[in-house]
């Protein structure tokens, strides 16, 4: 049995179900962590998916967890900064929209 990609999001907004939805039908894959500005909306997205670590501080997010994979599904004003914050973290990227 090989090792789950470990997955964490950015963004709880409408279209991020579809991220959600798709990567909890991904044998391989876990979601760890949801960050979103607004800590309430990351809280019912990891109620909704069983995500286990939320969080509303992308930096305290990248310290507390062992990612694979950062997936932004937020407003394109925010990408330049978040893949910024990956590359310097040594993440994949996944940009939901144009990088930047």
Not at 57 to 80: M, W
Request: glycine share 4%; net charge negative.
């Amino acid at each position: 049995m090989t090792d789950s990609i470990r997955v964490a999001t950015l963004g709880a907004g409408y279209f991020s179900q579809f991220h959600y939805n798709a990567w909890t039908a991904i044998d391989d894959a876990e979601v760890v962590a949801v960050y979103d500005r607004d800590r309430a909306g990351a809280e019912v997205c990891a109620d909704r998916y069983g995500i286990s670590g939320i969080y509303d501080d992308l930096e305290t997010l990248l310290d507390e967890n062992e990612l694979d994979i950062l997936d932004i599904i937020t407003p394109p004003v925010t990408h330049a900064d978040f893949i910024r914050t990956a590359i310097n973290h040594d993440l994949t990227v996944i940009c939901q929209k144009p990088f930047t």
